[in-house]
């Protein structure tokens, strides 16, 4: 970490310290809780009774007032019982206490501004004077159960921004308010639904979605065939003892949807807590495809002559998330994983690597994306026992993916303890118009699965050997995927992408026939067309279509059908452009063909 990002994390800490302060100013019964830093400023946690949004304001002026009046941050160590004595009336502290005793710290530690002392570890600003300059500003209350479990009581959250000049502070909040227009959950509902009756988290798509989707996997199914991929496809649901054996059951199963099993109806699962035996039939939604892809390998023998196994599925998979943490299409319970896994000899691996890298950089750049960050995440050298493997195949492992990281050139960053616990990775995070970061692309080595499953192949000298195993996500889900795209373009997606290519707009009902037919056209060569044939005035037809942000807008009325020139609305464009009907054909082919990401 910089010092600058030391630095702007100290004041955002500090800051909440004071916010602490001022809420107290006005609300000196409330129960403080945690009032940690984050990502763009902080929060702080209370529970207290009649603090609403309209009173920020007035908060984040006697914010400035403490600031202005001088305040250092002093910090010392309490034993666990003058602590307990000291936050005696403050039981979300003692808690704490309790815990960091229960974890084996020594003491207490706190900080002391003015008369207000808070437990903290820090760290934080020395005085007033290193807050000169800093901007913040309170952003908004939510509500938050204390500790993240919906067991505990609900709190109040004041959420606030802070960075180190107005100007950074501005830049943030006009980003973000881009971000909101650009917001797929607005914008995207043209092409998708959530419904409570059919459950949260579980995306319906419309027309329009559903063509975008079908856009998208097709054009992901032929780079998988062109790059050397076979297709399979698997199940939505596996029976019990495939997960226990791969050891999702046991490590994952908070995560996993029951189904119901054979021959018991829902009264028996609601009236007892039922745990099946191994020999009942009993079902789960699956929530990711390995298993299926391991017993299609384990199916029949396999010679090292026969590897590499590169095996691709868009497989949907289900995963419980808290009701509270769903968000759009980006955090979903039901999704589309564009996965692959890849089957493969040790003195193969480092080839497959580079391609599989290589791939996803020709994948991102097809969309228009070409910033992205790299994530090599390690297992913690100090914690070996919680990772499945062996010292050698982790070594092995994470060497090589390092070493493909630079010899590709890749802009990476190398994370320690962040590696799954069955395997390192390469982790993809893309930066979108807004330079904000997305996780998609995974690549990620599995040391569990080919032990659990026992996968082996005959190598070149008629031994049994362990392959290695590679899981691999391009896109991570299509649901991510896709809301990425709709804010990336904020709705107007390039030519090829666009589920509706040329709108053709009729001027009255005598232009329709023309309108059609020249639609057709279009169709015979696998453009994307719609008629609007609405009977409305033709400035309300043009203005949806404008809405709608179709790349090119065709108004037929008897000029048009009079001459052999097309006039061409382009989307963002002021003036109307003069094709004749083959140069546009042949322009907006061109645009398909290559991918075109610009309208010109």
Sequence with gaps: MSKQEQSIDKIRHSLSHIMAMAVLKSFPKAKIAIGPMIENGFYYDFDVEGLKEEMLPEIEWEMKKIIKSGISFEKSEMSFADARRFFEKQPYKLELIDELENNGEKNVSIYKSGDFTDLCKGPHVDSEKDLAGVAFKLDKLAGAYWRGSEKNKMLTRIYALAFTSAEDLNHFLNLRAEAEKRDHRVIGKEYFLFDPVVGLGLAMWKPKGALLWRIIEDFWYKKHLDSGYDLVRSPHIGSRILW?????????????????????????????????????????????????????????????????????????????????????????????????????????????????????????????????????????????????????????????????????????????????????????????????????????????????????????????????????????????????????????????????????????????????????????????????????????????????????????????????????????????????????????????????????
């Design 244 to 600: 226990e054996t791969s050891g999702h059951w046991n490590f994952y199963n908070d995560s996993m949807y029951p189904v119901l099993e054979v021959g018991r109806s829902l009264k028996d699962y609601q009236d007892n807590d039922h745990v099946a035996e191994k020999n009942k039939e009993e079902y789960l939604l699956k929530p990711m495809n390995c298993p299926f892809h391991v017993k299609i390998y384990k199916s029949e023998p396999h010679s090292y002559r026969d590897l590499p196994c590169r095996w691709a599925e868009c497989g949907t998979v289900y995963r419980y998330e808290k009701s509270g943490e769903l968000s759009g299409l980006t955090r979903v319970r039901g999704f589309t994983q564009d996965d692959a896994h890849i089957i493969c000899r040790k003195d193969q691996i480092e080839e497959e690597l580079k391609m599989v890298a290589m791939f996803i950089r020709e994948y991102f750049e097809a969309f228009g994306f070409y910033d992205y960050k790299v994530y090599l995440s390690v297992r913690d050298p100090n914690n070996k026992e919680k990772y499945a493997g062996n010292d050698e195949g982790w070594k092995f492992t994470e060497e090589i993916l390092e070493k493909v990281a630079k010899d590709l050139k890749l802009d990476y960053i190398k994370e320690e303890g962040e590696a799954a616990f069955y395997g390192p990775k390469l982790d993809y995070k893309i930066k979108d118009v807004l330079g904000r970061e997305w996780q998609c692309s995974t690549l990620q080595f599995d040391f569990n699965l080919p032990e659990r499953f026992d996968m082996t192949f005959v190598n070149s000298e008629g031994k049994e050997e362990r392959p290695y195993m590679l899981h691999r996500a391009l896109m991570g889900s299509f649901e991510r995927f896709m809301g990425l795209l709709i804010e990336n373009y904020a709705g107007a997606f390039p030519v090829w992408l666009s589920p509706v290519q040329i709108k053709i707009v009729s001027v009255g009902s005598a232009h329709v026939d023309f309108c059609e037919q020249l639609a057709g056209e279009f169709k015979a060569l696998g453009i994307r067309v719609e008629v609007d044939d609405l009977n409305e005035t033709v400035g309300n037809k043009i203005r949806k279509a404008t809405g709608e942000k179709v790349p090119y807008m065709l108004v037929i009325g008897d000029k048009e059908i009079a001459s052999d020139k097309l006039q061409v609305r382009v989307r963002g464009q002021k003036d109307v452009v003069e094709y004749s009907k083959d140069e546009f054909k042949k322009m907006i082919l061109g645009k398909i063909v290559t991918r075109d990401k610009e309208l010109k």
